[in-house]
């Protein structure tokens, strides 16, 4: 009895022990979140200005690059201007929590690899050697692929969605009187979704390396998974279609590339088991 006590007492230590290490993994995620979030917080200016506000403006990096493509072909439909908005602030702490807000949103984008990184020391070492041996790269690959969602959702789904939006209009008598609240809401939603959405290729081939999914259930449910594709992107972006199409083209075209991802991957398990 006493040794099957104390051998439950290692295992309990064992365990807190994992908690404990865990716990600090996340203290340092979070404090890596803060800093940049103070940092974002004390460049309020370039923040509101230079970032959040920017795609309303015709002097944003994307509306130049149409402009020249419209002048290029000749296309002068594609050159897009100011968005027609009047933007207002209808609470007493409306500016002061938005400015928290974005602060915060910013924070989590910058420290996202660094906070990915830690949570992957915790996981690393629970591993098998093939495991890690499979898994290299992954922060980086996790991170390129984050960033690459945002600044996707940023340069090119935002701006696009806010201009049609914007210039949307019933009669010419209504007005756009827009809360910034709305305004942030639809940026952060936007960058955000697209960041992690653009995760497909690494989840396909964490799924992929532990036979969960394969080429060929991938090809089966090609048709589902335009449908749930559509669908994700109507809930995530504004009730427009050019968002939606803008979002699930780039997530179409991911869906492609992680079968070719679960393919290559299903072939060297396959030659792996025929040389043993």
Known sequence: MALDQLHDDDKEMGF??????LRWHLVRSVVAIVVFSVAAFLAKDFVWKGVILAPIYSDFWTYKQLCYLAELF???VLCLGDIPI?????TIT?????????????????AFPYAFWEIWRFVKPGLRHSERSASRGVVLA?????????LFGYYIVTPLSLNFLGNYSLVDSIDNNIDITSILNTITTLVLA????FQLPMATYILSKAGIVTPDL???????????ILLLSAIITPPDVMSQILIALPLSLLYEISIVISKRINK?????????
């Open 16 to 21: 807190l022990d994992h908690l404990e290490e």
């Open 74 to 76: 000749k296309t002068p």
């Open 86 to 90: 009047d933007i207002q602030n209808r």
């Open 94 to 110: 409306g500016q002061f929590t938005m400015h928290i807000k974005s602060s915060l949103v910013i924070g989590l984008v910058l």
């Open 142 to 150: 996790v991170s390129f692929l984050f960033i690459t969602g945002v």
């Open 194 to 197: 697209c960041g992690f959405m």
């Open 218 to 228: 991938m090809k089966r449910y090609r048709r589902h998974s335009i449908v749930v």
């Open 268 to 276: 060297k398990r396959e030659r792996e088991l025929y040389e043993s």
